[in-house]
Nanobody, 127 residues
Framework: QVQLVESGGGLVQPGGSLRLSCAAS????????MAWYRQAPGKLRELVAA???????NYADSVKGRFTISRDNAKNTLYLQMNSLKPEDTAVYYC?????????????????????WGQGTQVTVSS
């Protein structure tokens, strides 16, 4: 099973940028689909962006054109570049790894497609 540790969260002003990182260990990283989810207070966890082992990507409508998901298989690291941040982007952001090597059941993916989760990193967008 893959172990995941997120970093890069923090406080940023509206319109600013952050880059989140997710370091994976315990298993080979490259065969798994990966994703970023977020959960704001009082709201359900939602998919932000996902990337397959073949680098196909999917984004929530609310972040299209502002966020970019990418992966560096040599470094076993997943990234989320977040630009033009808005107060409504404030949430805890979680990294997730797919259950199956080279295969994901649903696309866009569902939370049930992911078997490993990180502990989360807080992103706060406020002036």
């Amino acid at each position: 099973q893959v172990q995941l540790v997120e970093s890069g969260g923090g406080l940023v002003q509206p319109g600013g940028s952050l880059r989140l990182s997710c370091a994976a260990s315990g298993s080979i990283f490259s065969p798994y689909a990966m994703a970023w989810y977020r959960q704001a207070p009082g709201k359900l966890r939602e998919l932000v962006a996902a990337i397959t082992s073949g680098d196909n990507t999917n984004y929530a409508d609310s972040v299209k054109g502002r966020f970019t998901i990418s992966r560096d298989n040599a470094k076993n690291t997943l990234y989320l570049q977040m630009n033009s941040l808005k107060p409504e982007d404030t949430a805890v952001y979680y990294c997730a790894a797919g259950r199956n090597r080279y295969y994901i059941t649903n696309w866009p993916p569902r939370a049930s497609d992911f078997g490993s989760w990180g502990q989360g990193t807080q992103v706060t967008v406020s002036s």
